[in-house]
């Protein structure tokens, strides 16, 4: 296998046996980027030179037998959201400056360079994060590896596009509404949105505690190898969790058995959830049952998943005005028009009144999805009811994913097949607050017992 089709796990075993330099894995990575990113679109900026002075400094610490951190010498792409010292941090928009200083690490990059990560480069998404499709005035469209007519996903698909194409070995991504997840599920890989705080954000995401940084890899063990270095606390972020006693890699290898899972295939009249991802769900749904977790489905009040997504429209839409608020009339001509659209409508559409509700709606419903992790130990549903778009048609609506960034509750997202069409679908496991180990332990049962097959390019 091709060195930048390994996991981060078997570079690092690769690292510490000496058998393969980190100098040659950002080699192969980056002569990967120059073949196929001029197709896919991925990066909004990259840094070859930093990449491979970052790597010479690992390959000396890994000869000496002395690696920074868990992930020291593997490649990793940071999202055009994040702050990362020295690069430009730009949102996907013509309406951010480049030139300004750009001297701060956000607590993830901050935590990646402390372990020896080789940063790449930061990945392209939509302007401010606003839909699950990556396509942006400041870069164009990005594209799905799978298939270069078919969205990656979004926001953060040039993070999944890189990954899965081995234009990095695991991503750094944010998670809104699903812009982990799906993008996940839309490549072929495993996203996780973190319970909030569990991964430190500075500056705090203008979508609040609705969304979180999280981890997008190739495997369960990368991501819970990532979560490692960048699940720590961090004093910039006054919702920061304490550290975590442990790793979240412990359990991976407990299996399912025991479990109760409850599944979800219908969030409401106004999903159509398409054939082929039905299909793929519900034989994914049953090799859980296989592995032994007790399975059942759940009637979910309808009224919980319609009245989260109606909260979670007045809230996102209600931030997302006031993230433009203060951008100046002739700059808005340079933005995504369906962006300022759906900005300047919020305040048409919600006053403070219906914003205050909003929220105290969304309290109620956190406590009805907490109290039903008294009758299960997870949910299981598809990461989204759709096979990856069209470049060019509509964004789609995230409702299986938004309904959990509204109760903060953890989510990750596994591949669990291919359609007829050789495109990507994938599962989403919720958990309780606070159980990613869970999480990640039943993604890993489930990944080894029904193995993704990998990307069919070079």
């Not at 979180?212 to 961090?234: E, F, H, N």
């Not at 049953?286 to 009040?301: N, P, T």
């Amino acid at each position: 296998m091709k060195l930048i089709h390994l996991s981060a796990t078997e570079l690092v075993q690769l690292f510490a046996r000496k058998s393969v330099s980190p100098v040659e894995v950002c080699l192969a990575t980056l002569d990967k980027i120059e073949a196929i990113n001029p197709k896919l679109n991925a990066f909004q900026h990259l840094d070859a030179e930093t990449a491979l002075r970052s790597a010479r400094a690992s390959e000396v610490r890994w000869m000496k037998g002395a690696p920074q951190g868990p992930v020291d010498g593997v490649p990793c792409t940071i999202k055009d959201n994040l702050l990362a010292a020295g690069w430009p941090t730009r949102n996907g928009s013509l309406t951010v400056d480049a030139t300004v200083g750009w001297n701060e690490d956000c607590p993830s990059v901050a935590r990646l360079r402390e372990s020896g990560a080789v940063l790449i480069g930061i990945t392209t998404m939509p302007e401010f994060a606003w839909k699950v499709m990556t396509d942006a005035p400041l870069f164009g469209i990005t594209r799905n590896p799978w298939d270069f007519g078919r969205t990656p996903g979004g926001s953060s698909g040039g993070a999944a596009a890189a990954t899965a194409s081995g234009m990095c070995t695991m991503a750094i991504g944010t998670d809104g509404g699903g812009s982990i997840r799906v993008p996940a599920s839309r490549c072929g890989l495993v996203g996780l949105k973190p319970t909030h705080g569990c991964v430190s954000e500075y500056p705090h995401s203008p979508f609040g505690t609705i969304a979180s940084a999280g981890p997008i890899t190739r495997t369960v063990a990368d991501c819970a190898l990532l979560m490692d270095v960048i699940g720590q606390p961090d004093v910039r972020d006054w919702y920061a969790l304490p550290k975590r006693a442990g790793s979240y890699g412990d359990g991976l290898s407990a299996g399912v058995s025991g479990l109760r899972i409850g599944f979800i295939l219908n969030f409401g009249s106004r999903v159509e959830l398409d054939t082929e991802v039905d299909e793929l769900t519900r034989n994914a749904i049953a090799s859980l049952a296989d592995l032994g977790a007790i399975v059942e489905q759940m009637d979910l009040d309808p009224r919980i998943s319609e009245g989260a997504f109606s909260a979670y429209r007045v809230i996102r839409s209600v931030l997302q005005g006031e993230m433009i608020r203060n951008v100046p009339v002739a700059q808005k001509t340079r933005m995504d028009p369906m962006l300022v659209h759906s900005a300047e409508s919020s305040d048409e559409l919600f006053d403070l009144a219906a914003y205050l509700d909003a929220e105290q709606r969304r309290r109620e419903i956190g406590s009805k999805m907490s109290q039903l992790f008294g009758h299960y130990d997870l949910i299981v549903t598809p990461t989204i009811h759709s096979l990856p778009e069209r470049v060019d048609d509509a964004t789609p609506i995230p409702w299986f994913t938004s309904l959990f960034n509204m109760t903060r509750q953890p989510a990750i997202s596994i591949p669990c097949g291919l359609s007829r069409e050789g495109l990507p679908v994938g599962i989403q496991l919720v958990g309780a607050h606070y159980s990613e180990n869970l999480l990640l332990q039943a993604a890993a049962a489930f990944e080894a017992a029904r193995p993704f097959p990998a990307l069919p390019i070079d």
